[in-house]
C-alpha cells in the first residue's frame, strides 16, 4: 500500500543548502546529494551532500549553465548533467566522489534550451531533454563518453518544458507537462527498446513547472515496483503530489505538506528522492527552490507502511 506525500515542515525543520534562480537536483549518494545554478548572475554549478555526518559545505565546481542541473546516482559513482551556459548543448561528468569530477563530455546529438534529465536502469545511464520543436528526446551511455544513437522519445508527446526521468523495475519512465498553455502531466514507459503512448498523469493537475517523478516504492522496505510518484508546481507556487500504485490509477493530487494552511511554496517547481538510507526505509526527500528568498531547501517526509 502507498501513501499521499505527508510533510510537516517547519521553518526550523528545514535545512538550507544555498541559494539558487533554478529547480535544484537531488539523487542518492553517500547519502543525499544535491546540485543548484547559482543566483541571478551567478551561473555556477553548485554541490552539497547530507549525510550521517550532517550537511557539508557548498562548493561550486569547474562547470556553469545559464539553468538548473540534473543528478543521478550510477554504480559507486554521481553523474551531473547540465544545458551549457549560453550553450544548447549537453554536458555530462561523474565523481566517485562527489567533489573531484571527470572532464565533461559533451552529449551527442543534445539540443535544448531546458534542464536535462536522467535516470539509471541496469547500469546504463539514460539523458532526455526538450527539443527546440518542443519534441522530447533520449539517448544513452555505458561509460559516460560514448553516446548512443539519440531517439524521439515518445513520438507522440511533446513537452513546453523539461522532462523528468526514472527508473522502476522493468524499465525507465518520463513524465513531462503539455505543450504552450497546455499544463497537464503525462507519461510513458520506455522497456524493450520502445516507448509506450502518452498518458494522462495525475488528473486534475495543473502544473507550471516541469514535474519531478521517482518510482513510488512500496512496503516496509520500499521495494522498487512499477509505481510512480510525481510532484510539481501549481498556481500561487503551491508544491503538489501524486501517486499511482502498480498498475493502478493516479491517486490525488494533494498539496505538500498535506492539509497545511501554509503549503510548500517553490518558484521553478521541486524534486524528489525516495529510498532506504538505512533509518527509516519511508523516507522521501524533497528539495525545493523557495518563491521568494531564492534558498534552496530540502526537507524529508515519512510514508506510511
Do not use: C
Not at 538548473?68 to 559507486?76: K, Q
Not at 539514460?126 to 527546440?132: D, I, N, T
Amino acid at each position: 500500500m502507498l501513501a499521499m506525500l505527508a510533510f510537516t515542515p517547519s521553518a526550523s525543520a528545514y535545512s538550507m543548502l544555498g541559494q539558487s534562480s533554478s529547480r535544484p537536483a537531488i539523487t542518492v549518494f553517500n547519502g543525499e546529494f544535491f546540485a543548484w545554478k547559482g543566483v541571478t548572475g551567478d551561473n555556477s554549478i553548485w554541490t552539497a551532500t547530507i549525510n550521517r555526518n550532517g550537511q557539508s559545505v557548498a562548493k561550486s565546481m569547474y562547470a556553469r549553465t545559464d539553468i538548473g542541473p540534473a543528478l543521478a546516482g550510477w554504480g559507486n559513482r554521481v553523474a551531473l548533467a547540465w544545458k551549457g551556459d549560453q550553450d544548447s548543448r549537453i554536458y555530462v561528468a561523474t565523481s566517485g566522489d562527489g567533489t573531484n569530477w571527470s572532464p565533461p563530455s559533451a552529449v551527442t546529438g543534445s539540443n535544448t534550451l531546458n534542464m536535462p534529465t536522467m535516470a539509471v536502469f541496469d547500469n546504463v545511464l539514460y539523458v532526455a531533454w526538450r527539443g527546440p520543436d518542443s519534441g522530447l528526446y533520449m539517448t544513452w551511455t555505458l561509460d559516460g563518453t560514448s553516446w548512443g544513437a539519440v531517439q524521439h522519445a515518445v513520438p507522440d508527446g511533446g513537452s513546453g518544458d523539461a522532462p523528468s526521468l526514472t527508473a522502476t523495475n522493468t524499465g525507465i519512465a518520463m513524465a513531462w507537462r503539455g505543450l504552450n498553455s497546455d499544463s497537464r502531466l503525462f507519461y510513458s514507459r520506455y522497456a524493450n527498446n520502445r516507448w509506450a503512448p502518452q498518458q494522462i498523469a495525475a488528473p486534475g493537475a495543473n502544473s507550471l513547472s516541469p514535474p519531478a517523478l521517482v518510482p513510488a516504492r512500496s512496503g516496509p522496505n520500499l521495494t522498487l515496483g512499477t509505481g510512480l510518484r510525481l510532484a510539481w508546481r501549481e498556481t500561487e507556487f503551491r508544491v503538489m503530489s501524486s501517486y499511482m500504485e502498480e498498475n493502478g490509477p493516479w491517486k490525488g493530487p494533494v498539496g505538500v505538506p498535506n492539509g497545511a494552511e501554509t503549503p510548500t511554496r517553490s518558484l521553478t517547481g521541486p524534486n524528489l528522492i525516495a529510498y532506504n538510507n538505512g533509518d527509516d526505509p519511508r523516507i522521501v526527500w524533497l528539495t525545493w527552490h523557495d518563491h521568494l528568498t531564492d534558498r534552496v531547501l530540502n526537507d524529508q517526509s515519512i510514508i506510511p507502511s
